[in-house]
């Protein structure tokens, strides 16, 4: 399977997801995915949830939910090459209220 890209709200690209981690867009890694959804830091935080929205994919933390308990803390692989850079694409609006980008 190849890369996912991830954008924030505003429509700037974010980075990518290789292999169950999530990557900035020079590569470096910034976060592990649980489940093909659940997005944790390396010190084992929650930072959100993966989600779909027009095609294009987020990740979001609702401010207003019950976030899950910490995780244990996970070693980070290597940082990556990057894919080429993906261009902007055109911002959207949260689906729910207290919905903000992870990062």
Same mark, same amino acid.
């Given at each position: 399977?190849?890369? /996912? +890209?991830? +954008?924030? /709200?505003?429509?700037? #690209? ?11 867009? +020079? ?5 592990? &995915?649980? $489940? $093909?959804? +659940? &997005?944790?830091? #390396? ?14 994919? #987020? ?10 308990? =910490?995780? /244990?803390?996970? !070693?980070?692989p290597a =940082? =990556?090459?990057?894919?080429?850079? =993906?261009?902007n694409i ?5 689906? !729910? ?7």
């Open positions: 399977m190849g890369d /996912s +890209y991830i +954008y924030r /709200s505003n429509g700037f #690209y974010l980075g990518f997801i290789r292999g169950g981690d999530l990557f900035s867009l +020079y590569g470096v890694p910034l976060a592990w &995915v649980e $489940d $093909d959804k +659940y &997005v944790w830091d #390396y010190s084992g935080r929650f930072r959100g949830v993966l989600t779909e929205i027009n095609g294009k994919r #987020y990740i979001i933390v609702n401010r207003f939910s019950l976030l899950p308990s =910490q995780r /244990s803390p996970k !070693t980070q =940082q =990556q090459v990057p894919p080429s850079p =993906q261009a055109a911002p959207i609006s949260f689906p !729910t209220i207290g919905d903000s980008d992870a990062f």
